[in-house]
């Protein structure tokens, strides 16, 4: 095997890559400049690594392409808080600060936002409007919460009953009476948007 490539038994996974990958890390730093003669090295060649394998993973991509942080989310299931959790500790052990501190202040909170609008529509107005296929849509049809319309008692007056003594009487046997209010939809959209500035490296330039 080419002397810049080496073979890392990580838990019993193998991962081969570039010493000069393995620079990014002080951790591996240290361990580079003494493994011509370490215990850790095994009779393949593979020298062997006491982490996470699957975490780890994410680690090698980080150390080959340091310049972004790792984004896991899905529409489906949100972030996955448990790799993170993961992750956070073998970047601590790797000493990649960078990483490990852009995962304990939770930064991948801030690259997806979700925007809800709520907007109360006629049928009319309905018909004219029109979304984008990322956009998630819902709509509730219903009685408009707005102002309530005063109906007169009597069916006389249409809005003022004061000086009428049927209203009135009326008013103090049943109450007062409204119109129905006016049937509205009520239209509930959702977008996802994606800062990607937020995975972005400062520390890298």
């Given at each position: 095997m080419p002397s810049h490539l080496i073979i890392l038994d990580v838990s019993g996974r193998k991962y081969k890559t570039q010493?000069?990958?393995l620079q990014?890390?002080?951790y591996f730093q240290n361990l580079l400049a003494r493994w011509d003669d370490c215990s850790d090295r095994q009779e393949d060649g593979s020298y062997f690594i006491d982490a996470d394998p699957d975490a780890f993973q994410y680690i090698l991509e980080f150390m080959r392409r340091p310049s972004k942080f790792p984004l896991?989310?899905?529409?489906?299931t949100s972030f996955d808080y448990a790799l993170y959790n993961?992750?956070?500790a073998e970047a601590d052990y790797f000493l990649l600060h960078d990483l490990r501190d852009w995962l304990r202040k939770k930064r991948y909170l801030d690259a997806v936002k979700t925007i809800i609008e709520v907007k109360v529509l006629s049928e009319h107005q309905l018909d004219q409007t029109r979304y984008a296929a990322d956009i998630e849509v819902q709509s509730f049809f219903g009685s408009y919460t707005g102002e309530k319309r005063y109906?007169?008692?009597c069916a006389i007056?249409?809005?003022n009953i004061r000086?009428?003594?049927s209203c009135a009487e009326?008013?103090?046997a049943h109450g007062p009476a409204y119109d129905d209010p006016p049937k509205k939809l009520t239209l509930v959209t959702k977008k996802i948007e994606f800062d990607e500035t937020v995975c972005v490296n400062e520390m890298v330039s």
């Open positions: 010493k000069a990958t990014t890390s002080p896991f989310w899905t529409k489906e993961k992750l956070e109906r007169s008692p007056h249409t809005d000086g009428c003594s009326l008013i103090r």
